[in-house]
């Protein structure tokens, strides 16, 4: 079991950086032609935030399964941090009277840097895969 939620959380992390890239680029094309923000970008925010969420659901329980070891500290405060900027923003803007492409594209924007930093906290590349 520990094993099988260890690749399922090792695996999802490529499709949440695809599904923040593609947010990434829609959120930031919408924002350069000032087109209104649609419901293309609701979806595409809301992909990536569900996403970063079951990521991080699996990563507890990875954590309650798996060894510890000091350096998850840093990797668990990125990835919640990752989480919540993701969906605040997305979460602010859609009640907003006027949605826009900013607050979208900033949040996404920070919450893969966070990404990034939380992989980069437990000594891994981005695309680096290991063994366990």
Excluded: E
């Excluded at 099988?4 to 990434?24: D, K, P, W």
């Excluded at 607050?103 to 290991?130: D, E, H, K, W, Y």
Aim: zero cysteines; glycine letters at 10%.
């Amino acid at each position: 079991m520990d094993r099988m939620l260890f690749y399922a959380h090792s695996g999802l992390r490529y499709l949440v950086l695809l599904a923040g890239i593609l947010a990434l680029a829609y959120f930031a094309y919408g924002l350069a032609t000032r087109k209104p923000f649609d419901k293309l970008g609701r979806i595409l925010g809301s992909a990536y935030s569900g996403l970063l969420q079951l990521q991080v659901l699996l990563g507890v329980g990875v954590l309650v399964t798996r060894f510890y070891y000091p350096a998850l500290i840093g990797h668990i405060v990125m990835m919640v941090l990752a989480a919540g900027v993701a969906q605040a923003t997305l979460s602010i803007n859609r009640r907003k009277p006027q949605p826009t492409f900013v607050l979208p594209l900033v949040g996404v924007a920070v919450s893969i840097v966070f990404i990034i930093g939380g992989i980069m906290a437990i000594a891994r590349g981005v695309f680096t895969t290991t063994a366990m």
